[in-house]
């Protein structure tokens, strides 16, 4: 990944949406912000009991480093719904029930908050569409990967063989431990098992948007794990009490320069 760095505050970009210059996008670490204690310092979770008013400046901050003029959050309830933010009320900033977006609208970021769960990122070339989606173990098991692959395939029209995605820094194998598994995961997970009760769920991921079309090329994981580098990234799984990273991606208004 490619790391960038503005006013104090890192972020990550994927390689493989380098070269198009119509999106923007990054997996902001946690460093750079207004929060203190366990928050520190870039939490943008507000359900968390960190200060709200550090929460705001930590998303400003973070909507000025991608120049954006919005972001949208979704109230993440680990469930599989989505909505299309190009058919919502366009002034609205959060977005209740809400696991995954997706848009054609320019200027607005669509922002997924995380600690351990994955971020996954969705960007069609062809058709200039966006996606994101916060997927944990519980949307694993729900699949919820593949089902956006569906939902821009038959709401939007996109081809799978076109989609690329980007998979954010998250719980790595090693730490990945569910000692409930045979209650928690189906059977066809179990082969995803790298010890006993330790599951590969980066691997899972992959293998689900594959399942739906989409070309393992086209498919970038961070293979990076929240839980082993603290200085780094927010872990639930590690510390229990902490913050959340946001993961952005928007798309650029090209045709007005001062806002890029």
Known sequence: MIV???????????EIFQGFPQIVHGVFLRKGGNSQGEFASLNVGRNVKDSIEAVIENRKKVQRCLALEKL?????????LFVDISEYNSDTTLVTSCDGFITSLTQTGLSVSHADCQAVIFFDPKKNVIANVHCGWRGNVQN???????????QRGCDPLDILVGISPSLGPFYSEFINYQQEFPMSFYSYQIKPCFFDLWKISQDQLIQEGVLSKHIECANLCTYMHSDLFFSYRRDHVTGRHATIIALKDLLNPCLL
Do not use: A, S, Y
């Not at 960038?4 to 994927?14: A, H, P, Q, S």
């Open 4 to 14: 960038r760095e503005k006013d104090g505050v890192i972020w990550l970009e994927f």
């Open 144 to 154: 919820i990967l593949g089902k956006m692959v569906r939902t821009l395939r038959d």
């Open 72 to 80: 949208v959050f979704g109230n993440q309830t680990h469930q599989d």
